[in-house]
T-cell receptor
Framework: KAGVTQTPRYLIKTRGQQVTLSCSPI?????VSWYQQTPGQGLQFLFE???????NKGNFPGRFSGRQFSNSRSEMNVSTLELGDSALYLC????????????FGPGTRLLVL | GENVEQHPSTLSVQEGDSAVIKCTYS??????FPWYKQELGKRPQLIID?????GEKKDQRIAVTLNKTAKHFSLHITETQPEDSAVYFC???????????FGKGTTLSVSS
C-alpha cells in the first residue's frame, strides 16, 4: 500500500495570510491526526478526524481548523498566520479503532515571514 | 487531558552502552504506549509499543517496561549502535478513540 502523503512539502507565507495543508492517508485508514512539530516542543496534537468527524481536539487556537472528506483525505487550515506558526506539520493515519500504530506522512514545512 | 513528560531531553552514550529513556503520564485510563523514532529529516516511525495488560515487551535490542501503578514507562536500548542516533518520542493514548499524546522527545547520540 502507498504510504501517507502530504502536500505541499514546503510553504512560505507572510503574517496575516492563511494556508491549507493536505493529507492523504493509507488506503483503508479512516483516522487522520495532525501534529505541529517545533524544536523543543515535540509533537503537539492539533486534532483528529475519523469518518469525516472531528473526534479529538488539542489545545490550539481557533485559527487552526481542519476537515475530512468522504475518501478520508484531510485538510487543515491556519488563518491569520503568525510568526510562531512556523513549524513542521505532520499528519498520521490509522485504521481508527484505537490502540494501533499511527503512520506518519513526510510533513509540510511552513515558514511564516 | 493526558499529559506526557519525557526525560532526558538529550542523551549521549558510547557505542555498545545501554540507553534508557523514561516517560510519565497523567491519565490513569491510558492503555496504549508506543515509542517512535525520528531520524534527521525523516518522519517518525513506530519502533515498539506496549499495552496496559503487559508489563514488559522486548524486540531484539529494544525493550519497553510499563508500571501502571506509578504511571511511567521506559524504553531500553542495549548494545547501542551509531544508527540508533535519532530523536525518540514516547506517547500515551487513553481509552480507544482518544488522542495519542506525545512527549517532547529525547535526542540520542551514539558515538563510536
Amino acid at each position: 500500500k502507498a504510504g501517507v502523503t502530504q502536500t505541499p512539502r514546503y510553504l512560505i507565507k507572510t503574517r496575516g495570510q492563511q494556508v491549507t495543508l493536505s493529507c492523504s492517508p493509507i488506503s483503508g485508514h479512516r483516522s487522520v491526526s495532525w501534529y505541529q512539530q517545533t524544536p523543543g516542543q515535540g509533537l503537539q496534537f492539533l486534532f483528529e478526524y475519523f469518518s469525516e468527524t472531528q473526534r479529538n481536539k488539542g489545545n490550539f487556537p481557533g485559527r487552526f481548523s481542519g476537515r475530512q472528506f468522504s475518501n478520508s483525505r484531510s485538510e487543515m487550515n491556519v488563518s491569520t498566520l503568525e510568526l510562531g506558526d512556523s513549524a513542521l506539520y505532520l499528519c498520521a493515519s490509522s485504521e481508527g479503532q484505537g490502540e494501533e500504530t499511527q503512520y506518519f506522512g513526510p510533513g509540510t514545512r511552513l515558514l511564516v515571514l | 487531558g493526558e499529559n506526557v513528560e519525557q526525560h532526558p531531553s538529550t542523551l549521549s552514550v558510547q557505542e555498545g552502552d545501554s540507553a534508557v529513556i523514561k516517560c510519565t503520564y497523567s491519565d490513569s485510563a491510558s492503555n496504549y504506549f508506543p515509542w517512535y523514532k525520528q531520524e534527521l529529516g525523516k518522519r517518525p516511525q513506530l519502533i515498539i509499543d506496549i499495552r496496559s495488560n503487559v508489563g514488559e515487551k522486548k524486540d531484539q535490542r529494544i525493550a519497553v517496561t510499563l508500571n501502571k501503578t506509578a504511571k511511567h514507562f521506559s524504553l531500553h536500548i542495549t548494545e547501542t549502535q551509531p544508527e540508533d542516533s535519532a530523536v525518540y518520542f514516547c506517547a500515551a493514548e487513553g481509552q480507544a478513540g482518544t488522542a495519542l499524546i506525545f512527549g517532547k522527545g529525547t535526542t540520542l547520540s551514539v558515538s563510536s
